[in-house]
């Protein structure tokens, strides 16, 4: 008899127990809602949200490497890109890594445009292994198409150069657009051209920045036709301009390059007796380069430093 007493009683004091528990809870979760109770009675959520937390910092470092740090930049004004000529149709087209001022008639860029950090030189991004060419879908018909290169003899030329655009996946992806490209022979694309544009990435890094305006020529005799359905121009010749800013000093430096697969002839010998590299017989002047092409470069420089840095072109300077 006091055995089924006892049980009767441990029963009521568990459904008392019980009782209270749920009394509790009820209460919890009326003043703070169900996501916090379960929170208190799961404090393993909170460690794992502590682990979270201390991951973060680095994904935030990562991204911070396919954006570079931002500094003040003496040579991204608007008003040093070419200044518009009325005789050629006209787009301008904003990149992530560059500015193209895009024709509609001859399916090429006037021009394009960007400003090369020091940052921007790191290799952040790998160059895509397959094919990565791919049409602009902001300019009308008809356009430059993959199909228009393939058979034609010509290279798919960058004019802002893919290695310029390895800081961020956009601006490399973006430099594949075919607004950013024009028919190119085969061996100035990995020659003298190629060697240009190293030589940019270099100065780059010794100057802290360099601005690049680079482009197409078509001289009024031109032989060179279109290649592919879209009627896509071949190009006579190709032009780069670099400005360098150290110190207050600006200078700068041209080179034309024509379109065609021979290769330079002996570059001969400096005045201070160092073999000349080949790429130096392109070098000209910016006012050279402004007279074949039509195009003023640079016109928010000041006067006087606009025709000191444009009339003189000494590539041991640099």
């Not at 049409?135 to 798919?156: C, I």
């Not at 001289?219 to 110190?247: H, M, Q």
Request: charged residues 30%; neutral net charge; aromatic residues 10%.
């Amino acid at each position: 008899m006091a055995r089924k007493k006892s049980t009767k009683q441990s029963r009521t004091a568990l459904f008392v127990r019980l009782g209270v528990i749920l009394f509790v809870l009820g209460v919890c979760v009326y003043n703070y809602g169900w996501s916090a109770v379960l929170q208190m009675l799961n404090p393993a959520d909170d460690a794992k949200a502590e682990k979270v937390e201390q991951v973060e910092p680095a994904s935030e470092a990562k991204k911070s490497l396919s954006q570079p740090t931002t500094r003040k930049s003496a040579l991204s004004s608007d008003d040093l890109l070419p200044a518009s000529r009325e005789d050629l149709p006209e787009q301008i087209l904003r990149r992530k890594g560059y500015t193209v001022s895009y024709n509609k008639q001859t399916r090429n860029p006037n021009w394009v445009a960007w400003t090369l950090t020091e940052e921007h030189t790191a290799e952040v991004v790998e160059r895509p292994k397959t094919s990565p060419f791919h049409e602009d879908d902001e300019v009308p018909d008809p356009k430059a198409n993959r199909s228009d290169y393939k058979g034609s003899g010509w290279s798919r030329g960058h004019m802002c150069p893919a290695g310029d655009c390895r800081w961020d996946e956009d601006a490399m992806y973006q430099s594949f657009l075919l607004t950013n490209i024009c028919p190119q022979a085969g061996k100035l694309n990995t020659g003298v051209w190629n060697q240009i544009e190293k030589s940019c990435r270099a100065w780059a890094i010794k100057y802290g920045e360099v601005m690049i305006v680079t482009g197409p020529i078509y001289y009024k005799k031109s032989n060179a036709g279109t290649i592919g359905a879209n009627k896509v121009k071949v190009p006579d010749a190709f032009f780069k301009v670099v400005l360098a800013v150290k110190d207050g000093q600006y200078q700068g430096i041209g080179f034309i390059c024509r379109n065609e697969d021979k290769n330079a002839a002996d570059a001969g010998v400096a005045n201070n007796g160092r073999k000349r590299s080949k790429k130096e017989l392109y070098v000209h002047s910016i006012d050279e380069v402004e007279r074949i092409t039509g195009y003023d470069f640079f016109p928010g420089l000041d006067d006087k430093v606009e025709t000191s840095v444009e009339a003189l072109a000494d590539y041991e300077k640099w």
